[in-house]
């Protein structure tokens, strides 16, 4: 099985408690400290708090999917390694959590071997940075910088308006509802008008569309927001 790892803390975020129950109690004899959160909503309160060595993230959650919890911690700056767990055969899963800044991935079922070896490999890795430019058109972000520009002219956000609109990036032409940009860009536990997204989305089309002549970021009347690339 090869050396054991001492002193490892570890982040497990999954909804399947009989899993959990199963890893938690193997991966400890194993050297790891494990954490354990059911749900997206607390497992990013506990990433947040804490340090780990690794994360393990589930991408079907409560409260807030693995997708979102990865984007969220990578916009904050927070590059623990996560290997994420997708759907069996699930090509697109696998793809999203790469682009969200997931270091690596299982399919399940897995082999208890193979993730034990995985998290060996992400545990001496460490958490070093690795920004992921996403580009829309001649948009362009950049999530660990909070940069963000249109062509060669920077476009200065705030924080909240980039999470926004990195939001949106991340599934360009797609329609990206209210409920999902306030799980990215707002705290977990924020309770207020969800209408908020709105006059954020009004301030990014005074920033990244108007001064250029563009009208890339869409308004889908009762679903949502579509971010397209414009010529």
Same mark, same amino acid.
């Given at each position: 099985m090869g050396a054991r790892l001492l002193a490892v803390r570890m982040l497990l975020v999954e909804d399947e408690r009989r899993l959990t129950d199963v890893l938690a109690g193997g991966l400890a004899g194993e050297g790891f400290a494990v954490d354990v959160a059911h749900d997206g909503r607390d497992g990013l309160w506990l990433a947040t708090e804490n340090a780990y060595d690794v994360i393990v993230l589930d991408v079907m959650l409560?409260?807030? $999917?693995?997708? +979102? *919890?990865? =984007? +969220? *911690?990578? =916009? @904050?700056? $927070?590059w623990t390694p996560i290997l994420m767990l997708t759907a069996k055969d699930g090509v697109h899963d696998e793809a999203e959590a790469l682009d969200t800044g997931a270091d690596d991935y299982l399919s399940k079922p897995f082999s208890y071997v193979v993730l034990l070896a995985r998290l060996r490999a992400l545990v001496r890795r460490g958490g070093t940075a690795r920004p992921v430019s996403i &580009?829309?058109?001649d948009l362009c972000l950049d999530p660990a910088g909070l940069r963000c520009r249109r062509g060669d002219v920077d476009? @200065? *956000? &705030?924080?909240k308006?980039? =999470?926004v609109l990195h939001g949106l990036a991340r599934r360009p032409g797609e329609v990206v509802s209210k409920r999902e940009l306030l799980a990215q860009a707002w705290d977990f536990a924020y309770d207020g008008d969800p209408n908020i997204v709105e006059v954020y989305v009004s301030a990014l089309r005074r920033k990244i569309d108007a001064p250029f002549g563009r009208t890339s970021l869409v308004t889908v009347r009762g679903a949502g927001y579509r971010l397209e690339a414009t010529p």
């Open positions: 409560p409260r807030l $999917n693995g997708y +979102a *919890l990865c =984007a +969220a *911690l990578r =916009a @904050a700056g $927070n &580009t829309v058109g476009i @200065a *956000l &705030t924080p308006e980039f =999470a």
